[in-house]
T-cell receptor
Framework: KQEVTQIPAALSVPEGENLVLNCSFTDSAIYNLQWFRQDPGKGLTSLLLIQSSQREQTSGRLNASLDKSSGRSTLYIAASQPGDSATYLC????????????FGKGTHLIIQP | DGGITQSPKYLFRKEGQNVTLSCEQNLNHDAMYWYRQDPGQGLRLIYYSQIVNDFQKGDIAEGYSVSREKKESFPLTVTSAQKNPTAFYLCASWGGGQPQHFGDGTRLSIL
């Protein structure tokens, strides 16, 4: 059964720093991997989607990498801002694709002004 | 705009009562999903449906039921058999080759 782990569970950094969030998964036979952002009491906003054949995706200050063979993904946030404060969730889509996602527990990020 | 609408935003259940959470999408997606989120936890899959009139159990289906009579609708019923229903419930849809889209969630509490 697929398991997803996110490290660290919480992170607090000063504004302007570059930071890395880590995600690992136990079964490398994945369809894709997604990074989401969740604000308190809200639903999920998709940040980046990496297909199993891809190595990385970029959107603005965000860059996500995927190493399927080692079961790892990282989310890199450049020049962090207070508005980046949120919980970041990593999720893996296994099997044929139409099955549900397997989520990590998230990294709670606080950017200090 | 295309998206997913969940209602109500907040719901309260009395002991022994069944309650139904609504999820509607206008994205023309075939697949729809229900997840449960508990404080400090990741999301866990309750049920999913890949096509109308068909659905499968996820990891925590006990005490829940669903129907998929229309492509755009996937309601979730929390039955009285679910002994710990207090949680944040999220509905999602997927059209293949794209990110899953999520609604804004329904927060269910016990009276």
């Amino acid at each position: 059964k697929q398991e997803v782990t996110q490290i660290p569970a919480a992170l607090s950094v000063p504004e302007g720093e570059n930071l890395v969030l880590n995600c690992s998964f136990t079964d490398s036979a994945i369809y894709n991997l997604q990074w989401f952002r969740q604000d308190p009491g809200k639903g999920l906003t998709s940040l980046l989607l990496i297909q199993s054949s891809q190595r990385e995706q970029t959107s603005g200050r965000l860059n996500a990498s995927l190493d399927k063979s080692s079961g790892r993904s990282t989310l890199y946030i450049a020049a962090s801002q207070p508005g980046d404060s949120a919980t970041y969730l990593c999720a893996v889509h296994s099997g044929g694709g139409a099955d549900g996602l397997t989520f990590g527990k998230g990294t709670h990020l606080i950017i200090q002004p | 705009d295309g998206g997913i609408t969940q209602s109500p935003k907040y719901l309260f259940r009395k002991e022994g009562q069944n309650v139904t959470l609504s999820c509607e999408q206008n994205l023309n997606h075939d697949a729809m999903y229900w997840y449960r989120q508990d404080p400090g936890q990741g999301l866990r899959l309750i049920y999913y449906s890949q096509i109308v009139n068909d659905f499968q159990k996820g990891d925590i289906a006990e005490g829940y039921s669903v129907s998929r009579e229309k492509k755009e609708s996937f309601p979730l019923t929390v039955t009285s058999a679910q002994k710990n229903p207090t949680a944040f419930y999220l509905c999602a849809s997927w059209g293949g080759g794209q990110p899953q889209h999520f609604g804004d969630g329904t927060r269910l509490s016990i009276l």
